[in-house]
């Protein structure tokens, strides 16, 4: 596998997980198939320890695409606000008129324990969205685009309905880009009765301001909560953590196991650009995400044995 110094580009983290090559060994080790896959998280410099795999916690140890799943992965596509890419639903219809999104996941999905993700799993994780204010799960009143019914059709069937009275264009975008996490795992983190809580919150009037109160409460609940261990949707879980390092190992439950190359994935700790930079130059990373970089510096980069630089569409002007 090529060392990707994909300093000029975001790539999926769907994507990266699955990357291999047959010609080259990665660059932590081991054979290109099975071996050990060696990145840096760049949403979030800085590895703490002592954080819960939690995707809500600033400091969490989960991994989009790695270990947490979205609904569905977002594209940014220059025309279609709602482009996304099958991640824990494998297809969804949109209304035509944009009222509503109906969700079919994954047939075969599966978290890391071995139990089958299903609908309340979607469910669950829509009302944790709403208690951190999601664009499309949000109670706020008057906000655009927000969903105003979340029903289970059946064990892999859910739709969303949007609230006709303050319509977005980007709906489907908003419940898509929704992380799911395990009912069985995190359905201690809200009350049993945060369903009646949401519906009164979309209300007027004293009891909504109330209800709505008690979500926001409940956000700074579900931002520490830490499950006892990783029980992860994605193609990895995770197996420990130190300050230098996460290390994530393939989760064999995983839908599209078959075409994940390697077994392990390391994260690497980091505390600015220099240090990412030097990570690279010296052939210590197979991916490195987006990472800003002198021309000089890049030009070390691409000097490292098997570097190679990925170009794309970047928003960054």
Not at 64 to 76: A, S
Not at 97 to 116: E, F, H, M, R, V
Not at 156 to 165: F, S
Not at 266 to 282: A, M
Request: charged fraction near 20%; include cysteine.
């Amino acid at each position: 596998m090529k060392r990707l110094a994909a300093v000029v580009a975001l790539l999926g983290l769907a994507t990266a997980t699955a990357c291999s090559s047959t010609d080259n060994k990665p660059a932590g080790g081991g054979s290109a198939s099975g071996g050990l896959f060696t990145t840096i998280d760049v949403n979030r410099p800085g590895i703490d320890a002592s954080a819960p795999a939690n995707p809500y916690n600033p400091k969490g140890n989960a991994f989009p695409g790695y270990t947490t799943m979205k609904i569905g992965w977002v594209v940014n596509h220059l025309t279609d606000p709602n482009k996304a890419l099958p991640g824990m639903a494998a297809s969804w219809e949109i209304e035509p008129d944009n009222s509503a999104i109906t969700l079919k996941l994954q047939p075969n999905a599966k978290w890391s324990d071995g139990k089958p993700v299903t609908a309340e799993d979607v469910k669950l994780s829509i009302a944790l969205a709403y208690t951190q204010g999601s664009t499309a799960f949000a109670v706020t009143p008057g906000a655009a685009g927000a969903a105003a019914e979340v029903t289970v059709v059946d064990d892999k069937t859910i739709k969303i309905t949007q609230d006709p009275a303050n319509p977005s264009p980007k709906f489907a975008r908003g419940v898509l880009d929704t992380t799911v996490l395990p009912s069985h795992v995190w359905s201690s983190a809200v009350p049993a009765t945060i369903w009646d809580t949401i519906k009164t919150a979309r209300g007027d009037g004293p009891e909504a301001e109330k209800a709505r109160e008690e979500i926001t409460a409940l956000g700074q609940k579900v931002i520490a909560f830490a499950p006892p261990k990783d029980v992860a949707g994605g193609p990895f879980v995770l197996e420990r953590v130190n300050p230098g390092e996460a290390l994530l190992v393939k989760n064999k439950h995983f839908f599209n196991a078959a075409n994940v190359a390697p077994s392990q994935v390391k994260f690497l700790n980091y505390t600015g650009n220099e240090q990412i930079w030097n990570y690279l130059t010296q052939g210590k990373l197979d991916h490195s995400g987006f990472v800003a970089a002198p021309t000089d510096v890049m030009n070390r980069i691409k000097a490292a044995p098997g570097s190679e630089v990925i170009k794309g569409y970047s928003p960054w002007p």
